[in-house]
T-cell receptor, first 114, second 116 residues
Framework: DQQVKQNSPSLSVQEGRISILNCDYT??????FLWYKKYPAEGPTFLIS?????DKNEDGRFTVFLNKSAKHLSLHIVPSQPGDSAVYFC?????????????FGKGTKLSVKP | DTGVSQDPRHKITKRGQNVTFRCDPI?????LYWYRQTLGQGPEFLTY????????KSRLLSDRFSAERPKGSFSTLEIQRTEQGDSAMYLC??????????????FGDGTRLSIL
């Protein structure tokens, strides 16, 4: 039973356009959500996070939106760059500041074409 | 500031052998996590420590797996009597617990285990 779902295994966008990666979750106890980027042969790199008390968090070209009623979050990358090509993982945890383990989705492979 | 360091990067061993991996977290981080990732999947939680105390273990962590963090700094993950199904990337992460807001976990580059 997957608690965090990334339903699109891959996404291809043109350089300079917006990339939108989606994530759905089922556990209403999740209160902290994160996005990680992963290049081949490297570990996941933290990108951006959002607490359940917010509905938007922005950091440079990256914005995460959280819709708690729909149990849905999305990562927007604007403008997309070829260096953004990687696998993106959505992750969630419960427990507030005492958060323990992360539950990950299966990832979405983003390809940004020049 | 060095990140999370894992050693070795790759390990190839025969089925039935024991293997041990090491993780050095970011120095000021008091929490350390172990995850396992197989092809096409996201990382799956195995266990985590706060300082030297092991606070949670996943049901994925069978009796053949043991993790330690004896002085609250580096950690080791040992797999005894390895099986084909243990082939995976083993990832370590660390974070700072105890602040007023949740802190992200930062990952090392993993140890890739291949069982022959």
């Amino acid at each position: 039973d997957q608690q965090v779902k990334q339903n699109s295994p891959s996404l291809s966008v043109q350089e300079g356009r917006i990339s939108i990666l989606n994530c759905d979750y089922t556990n209403s106890m999740f209160d902290y959500f994160l996005w990680y980027k992963k290049y081949p042969a490297e570990g996941p790199t933290f990108l951006i996070s959002i607490s359940s008390i917010k509905d938007k968090n922005e950091d440079g070209r990256f914005t995460v939106f959280l819709n708690k009623s729909a149990k849905h979050l999305s990562l927007h990358i604007v403008p997309s760059q070829p260096g953004d090509s990687a696998v993106y993982f959505c992750a969630a945890s419960a427990g507030g500041v005492s958060q323990g383990n992360l539950i990950f989705g299966k990832g979405t492979k983003l390809s940004v074409k020049p | 500031d060095t990140g999370v360091s894992q050693d070795p990067r790759h390990k190839i061993t025969k089925r039935g052998q024991n293997v041990t991996f090491r993780c050095d977290p970011i120095s000021e981080h008091n929490r350390l996590y172990w995850y396992r990732q197989t092809l096409g999947q996201g990382p799956e939680f195995l266990t985590y420590f706060q300082n030297e105390a092991q606070l949670e273990k996943s049901r994925l962590l069978s009796d053949r797996f043991s993790a330690e963090r004896p002085k609250g700094s580096f950690s080791t993950l040992e797999i005894q009597r390895t099986e084909q199904g243990d082939s995976a990337m083993y990832l370590c992460a660390s974070s700072l617990a105890g602040s007023l807001i949740p802190q992200p976990q930062h990952f090392g580059d993993g140890t890739r285990l291949s069982i022959l």
